[in-house]
């Protein structure tokens, strides 16, 4: 007689459905709250019928893209724990595959009650909001179907993934934690590996800087499937939408950048669900209770558990322990072994069950102990030279400098140009290279100054960026120390380090990038700084600026260009001493252009944008301070009636005077004040 009928069965389908109705019920009563009431209560208050339409797409679109992962993991690990709590438990296991049914036809059977369960409520809730929507004035359809779809597939993902799980362990209470750790475990390692390299490596260039566009960042997100999808859909998209006044005004929409994300995790849900059936198949039924219940698999579990316990533990205590601004490659070792020796011994405890591993696992240790040790001396001795490369100048198609937010590159400079500009770059590569062991050792000390108010000693954060002729990138990041005496001594990474990045053509493209000049000039300002005293005679800074006319505006920006393009303004000062208090107004010019920039353009500009017009045209901030070279608009400035008599002050001005008197404010007549 044939014990096993490889079919769908209605039977059981009836009873898991009955079985775990308040699993349903719940999440549906959650839906409900979440969708329908919710909108409800935020338009109780509302008449305007443009702003409810508004307001039921928005909710909509924010519920599918932000909550809808969070929601589907909680739910899909409900489920799966719900739907295969039986594995876990010797009596129900043998009761459940005793019935005339097949393994494949069990787990085809409970597979699809759960994915059916969750797409009743689904659309129910789906019709739910379309009845309130409707009810409102409006009806989101948009936004409704892509929240189903959204919600349906992120339920199919997770409930696949937490049902490999469930299947790899033999207990009910791993299975949770080992859904919330590979949810975020990549992810989470990457971190520890990129703090790591940063202390270690010189010159390392890593998330901070690469973001997600790195091997390693790009790496740990895609293993970590719930990072990935929170990330993906929430990300917000600006666009401009029309105003219940009529003008243009910027909104969010979420998740149009992130449906290819979701698509290809849905992939890889029915790829899960596929590796489920053939495991669950071959399960052992007498692996109940074990924490993981594929032999085979438990090393791999093991290894990564217990480096992962090393990574994490081990570099929030050197962060703890170490003192701020020292490296020290021996201590950082240590907390590494420590917390690999907790890791490992504990997880060896619960696979076998027993206090007794040490003399069974000591091979296994010694072995995580020697790849510890042999990355740690790979790293020091720079065996895959990442510390010492500097690409030749002729590797290298374009060069990106980063500095305090400007970024000066070779992209938008003629070929003669860019070509010198890499030689200088390199160079300066090459330098801090050289000089590694006098960039590391020397400390942050200030001297002492005429006034507390300069500096004697300043580090300044470089970021280099290479793109190089075969299309590759090449970054590395460096802390360049700056003195006086540095900034003097030719060929020192300060010296050539300045040189760069006063350049005049780089200094016109950091303030001005070239796309700016497809919009109109509409406002230039000066802020006008003074100092009041309270009644404790402490003194207090205040600003207000000061708008030329619009007729002048053309002239006041032709005179800050002239004084670019000579070298006169726009200097980066490296070091804040009194050279550059002297030679540096603390007063601020300003510029806002208006003009219909495109979302690349937008990118490349330094100070933000803004939007709120009915032709979908953008404004763009340009600030600088002033400084006392800049002859020709000093110039524009004394014809308008602002001088250092009665408007400007220098840094030096205010390090020297601001505790002894009160400085008035004055507005020139022939400029209008904002």
Not at 151 to 166: D, G, H, M, P, V
Not at 175 to 192: C, D, E, R, T, Y
Not at 544 to 551: L, P
Request: hydrophobic share 45%.
């Amino acid at each position: 007689m044939r014990s096993g009928n490889w079919s769908f069965s209605t039977a059981l389908f009836k009873k898991q459905a009955i079985r775990f109705w308040p699993i349903w019920s719940l999440y549906t009563i959650g839906l409900f709250l979440m969708l329908p009431f919710a909108l409800i209560m935020n338009t109780s208050n509302m008449q305007d019928a443009e702003r409810i339409a508004q307001v039921a797409e928005y909710h909509t679109q924010g519920i599918a893209f932000t909550a809808s992962p969070w929601v589907a993991m909680v739910v899909g690990l409900l489920g799966a724990m719900a739907l295969w709590s039986y594995l876990y438990n010797h009596r129900a296991v043998s009761m459940i595959h005793a019935l005339p049914l097949t393994r494949g036809s069990i787990f085809l059977t409970s597979y699809l009650s759960c994915i059916f369960l969750f797409m009743g409520p689904h659309l129910l809730i789906f019709l739910i909001t379309l009845g309130v929507q409707a009810s409102l004035g409006f009806v989101a359809i948009k936004a409704l179907l892509y929240w189903l779809l959204c919600q349906s597939l992120l339920n199919l993902f997770f409930f696949s993934f937490a049902t490999l799980i469930a299947f790899v362990t033999g207990h009910i209470l791993v299975l949770p934690v080992l859904f919330a750790v590979f949810n975020f475990l990549s992810q989470v390692m990457v971190m520890m590996i990129d703090w790591v390299f940063s202390r270690l490596l010189f010159g390392y260039a890593g998330m901070g800087y690469l973001g997600d566009t790195g091997f390693l960042a790009a790496l740990g997100k895609w293993l970590s499937p719930g990072y990935a999808l929170i990330v993906a859909l929430s990300a917000p998209n600006m666009v401009t939408i029309p105003g219940s006044d009529g003008s243009m005004v910027q909104s969010v929409q979420y998740g149009t950048t992130g449906m290819p994300v979701l698509w290809a995790y849905t992939l890889v849900g029915f790829a899960l669900m596929a590796a489920s059936y053939f495991l669950f198949r071959r399960r052992p039924l007498e692996q109940a209770g074990e924490v993981i219940a594929v032999k085979p698999l438990q090393p791999f579990f093991k290894y990564l558990l217990a480096f992962f316990v090393a990574l994490v533990g081990g570099n929030l205590c050197y962060e703890a322990f170490q003192p701020y601004g020292s490296q020290n490659i021996v201590a950082m070792v240590g907390y590494f072994l420590l917390f690999l020796l907790i890791g490992y011994f504990l997880i060896e405890m619960l696979l076998h069950k027993s206090f007794r591993v040490f003399r069974t696992g000591i091979r296994g240790f010694a072995i995580s102990v020697a790849v510890v040790l042999a990355g740690a001396v790979m790293l020091q001795t720079d065996v895959f030279g990442y510390e010492s490369r500097v690409p030749d100048a002729g590797e290298v198609k374009a060069v990106a400098i980063q500095y305090q937010g400007n970024e000066y590159g070779s992209e938008t400079q003629s070929a003669e140009e860019a070509a010198a500009l890499i030689q200088m770059v390199t160079q300066l590569h090459q330098s801090v290279v050289s000089n590694r062991a006098a960039l590391e050792g020397q400390e942050a000390q200030y001297e002492t100054m005429p006034s507390p108010y300069y500096e004697g000693f300043s580090r300044s954060y470089v970021s280099l960026r290479y793109t190089l002729q075969d299309g590759s990138l090449l970054a590395r990041q460096y802390e360049i120390p700056v003195t006086t005496e540095l900034l003097d001594q030719a060929g020192s990474p300060a010296h050539l380090f300045d040189a760069i990045v006063n350049q005049p053509k780089l200094c016109m493209d950091a303030i001005f990038p070239p796309d700016i000049f497809k919009g109109q000039l509409i406002l230039g300002e000066i802020d006008n700084l003074w100092f009041t005293k309270d009644s404790n005679n402490d003194s207090t800074q205040n600003n207000q600026r000061t708008g030329f006319h619009e007729e002048d505006l053309s002239a006041f920006l032709a005179a800050v260009q002239e004084d670019i393009e000579a070298g006169r303004l726009g200097r980066t000062f490296l070091l804040h001493d009194e050279t550059w208090a002297k030679g540096e107004y603390a007063n601020t010019i300003y510029f806002t252009f208006r003009g219909e920039y495109n979302e690349e353009e937008m990118n490349r500009f330094r100070y933000g944008y803004s939007t709120g017009y009915e032709d979908n045209t953008y404004t763009i901030d340009v600030n600088f301070p002033l400084q006392t070279t800049a002859t020709s608009t000093l110039a524009f400035l004394a014809e308008h009636g602002i001088d250092e008599s009665n408007f400007l002050i220098t840094h030096h001005d205010i390090a020297s005077g601001y505790q002894e008197y009160e400085i008035k404010p004055v507005y020139p007549e022939a400029a209008a004040i904002y």
